[in-house]
């Protein structure tokens, strides 16, 4: 099985960043599409931004548009996502999933990130 482990995550102001960092075993970023989702108590898991193995797609969800980026590092075997001005409604747990396809076979536990006032 596919071992992931996401970092980064914090207690920032509004206005502040963070950059959370993915890593997955077994290379396996290289081989299928990584989403980076958002969930809090209560809700459905919410997408971000999720990029194909290639490196040279990338999407983003509206809210994330020009103020978050994802990337990877040359080897890639690591995952970044930059996060800029955050918000107070930016506060969830944020995880990194596998998928192929439409369907995710991979979840990391996440990284709690909090922004306050």
């Known amino acids: 099985d596919v071992h992931i482990v996401e970092s980064g995550g914090g207690e920032v102001q509004a206005g502040g960043s963070l950059r959370l960092s993915c890593a997955a075993s077994?290379?396996?970023?290289?081989?299928?599409?990584v989403s980076w989702v958002r969930q809090v108590p209560g809700k459905d898991p919410e997408p971000v931004s999720m990029i194909e193995p290639g490196g040279e797609n990338i999407c983003y969800t509206d809210f994330a548009n020009g103020r978050f980026t994802f990337s990877r590092d040359n080897a890639g075997d690591m995952l970044y996502l930059q996060m800029d001005n955050l918000q107070i409604d930016d506060t969830a747990l944020y995880r990194c999933?596998?998928?192929?396809?439409?369907?995710?076979?991979?979840w990391g536990e996440g990284t709690q990130v909090t922004v306050s006032s």
């Open positions: 999933v596998l998928s192929k396809g439409t369907e995710a076979f991979a």
């Open positions: 077994d290379h396996a970023f290289k081989n299928f599409d």
